[in-house]
Nanobody
């Protein structure tokens, strides 16, 4: 079973940056679209960004477009989320998730595997 572990969360001031990592073990990520999701206190989980198997197709939630960048390094079996210009409303637990696809597409729905999350707090 694919295992995903997020890291890189923490406390950052508004306007600051963080880079989250999602590392996979036991299986290669080569055949999986990977998504980042977040859940703020008292709110439903929402999709943040998604990247295709090969990394050439990405999409973003409107709330993070232009500030967040998703990328992947399949040689390291790791996906990243670079978060810049952070705002207090970005505060949430961030999860990565994987879905197997036989073709290259970035549709992060009905995910197969989930990590346990990493907390990002944006506060002065």
């Amino acid at each position: 079973q694919l295992q995903l572990v997020e890291s890189g969360g923490g406390l950052v001031q508004p306007g600051g940056s963080l880079r989250l990592s999602c590392a996979a073990s036991r299986f290669t990520l080569d055949y999986y679209a990977i998504g980042w999701f977040r859940q703020a206190p008292g709110k439903e989980r929402e999709g943040v960004s998604c990247i295709s198997r090969s990394g050439d197709i990405t999409n973003y939630a409107d709330s993070v477009k232009g500030r967040f960048t998703i990328s992947r390094d399949n040689t390291k079996n790791t996906v990243y989320l670079q978060m810049n210009s952070l705002k207090p409303e970005d505060t949430a637990v961030y999860y990565c998730a994987a879905r197997y696809y036989p073709t290259n597409q970035a549709m992060c729905v009905n995910m197969d595997y989930w990590g346990k999350g990493t907390l990002v707090t944006v506060s002065s």
